[in-house]
């Protein structure tokens, strides 16, 4: 644009220079030609006729100077707006190279938007189809039928074991009504209810899935009706109803608990009572009651008295154990010295530990505690413990029975801790984590020639829980192994004179 514009001045000075230079020669050319050829009077009326064609052709020259630089100003004038023109032009490229620029980071953002977007719909339907292949796999090699119906009750899948349970398949089964392919008749009312108790259950989320069950009978071809129990699910999927059955046969289940009750009568009638009698008469044998007993005769009484024993104490556990499971063990709660408690259990294992020549040791803090329970359930854990204690001690070794009071934080919460302590060879580590379960012992070296049923533990457990307590042990192999129980504390009192 400027060299266009120095042009324009250039020709604007050209033409101002070409137009006054040729109108100055002109007219003094004719003057000084004319003078010496031409007599004055024609002279001079030439000069005026020349004067007067100058004038006029002056003016036509002014007029066309005028007309080339109006023109030369015009397109001045128009290199001008152009230049504004493509200036506004160049502004208005860079302006909509920025937006398209911009649009097309936009673009290029929303485009790897939608890739990561497609991508995580792809995982999400990986993760689906994975979801629905394992739910799949779990429906049809779970042990229990699962069952499935809509709102109507009306079946919509019908796994193998459902088919194994009921004794038809899942094509006779789908499309049917559940309760009248399913559930006997004298049955109806009661699964009923376990529905409508499902529509009427409140979850805190609501999509939390509801869940009851029931004992009921179902019915099948082969046999009839049976006894089964009846888990119920319900929830709602893509704004549908959904009702989930896990049904197990329970058939097999009663008959062995009728068989354990018939077990655990035989026992109680059938061996426990004879057992007593023969302990009982091996008791009176060997305390001489029939008369001074030959040395080499009572080795053999005592082993048959020691195994006879140990098979009333196994006797003995076993009924603790199914009665505790049922239900049915009686507990005499009572206000209970501990201080006092823990004493009379030591007195009565001193026998015990002398055997073992172990030393047995009390330590308690000054106040008496007192403690809500049944004194002859507390002695049976004590006396369960303690003697595990002895057994595992060595030879001169000693055993601690220690009372200890724990603040729990809150006003009249206080607890007592009882700690039974030993310096025997420990629990092995792999039986930490099965060591108050039932018939469970340590597969140790010489545990089995320690003697006991596997029970004690368990029972100890079972009886410190039913007392709002907990049990548990700490062990290091050769050092110290601390079994602890605690309970709730009544109240203290100054212990006024010596407990022992």
Known sequence: ?????????????????????????????????LKFHLEPGLYNNYIEYFKNAAQQSERERTFIYLASLALILSVLATFIKLNKTAKTLREGNNSLESMVALRTAELVERNQQLSHQEEERKRAESQ???????????????????????????????????ESTFGISAQQAIGHT??????????????????????DEQSEVQTAKQMSHIDIMGKRDKDGSFPMKVLASKNTVAESTLITLFIEDMTDSLRMERMKKEFTSIISHELRTPMTSIQGSLGLILGGAMGEVPEDMK???????????????LINDILDVEKFEAGEMAFDMETLSLTRLSLRAIEEMQGYASNFKVTLMFDAPAPDIFIRGDDARLLQVFSNLVSNA????????????????????????????????????GVPEAFHTTIFDKFSQADSSGSRSKGGTGLGLNIAKMLIEKHQGTIGFTSEPNAETVFFFDFPVLYTEKVEADLD
Not at 3 to 26: G, Q
Not at 180 to 190: F, G, K, P, V
Request: hydrophobic content about 45%; some cysteine; glycine content about 4%.
């Open 299 to 313: 080795t053999l009484l005592d082993i048959a008295y020691n195994n006879g024993e140990r098979l009333v104490l």
């Open 128 to 162: 689906v189809l994975e979801e629905q292949s394992r739910m799949t796999a779990i429906f049809d090699i779970a042990i229990n039928a699962i069952v499935t119906t809509d709102e109507a009750q009306t079946i919509i899948d019908f796994n193998p074991m459902a």
């Open 1 to 33: 644009m400027k060299k266009h514009l120095i042009m324009v001045i250039f020709a604007i000075c050209a033409l101002s220079y070409t137009f006054f230079i040729s109108r100055s020669i002109s007219l003094d050319v004719h003057e000084n030609i």
């Open 178 to 199: 559940l309760p009248s392919l399913l559930i006997s008749s004298d049955s109806l009312d009661t699964f009923q209810q376990l529905i409508h108790r499902l529509g």
């Open 390 to 425: 002895i057994k595992y001690s060595p030879e001169e070794g000693w055993v601690v029975v220690k009372l200890t009071l724990m603040d729990s934080g809150a006003p009249n919460k206080q607890r007592v801790k009882v700690s039974i302590i030993d310096r025997g060879s």
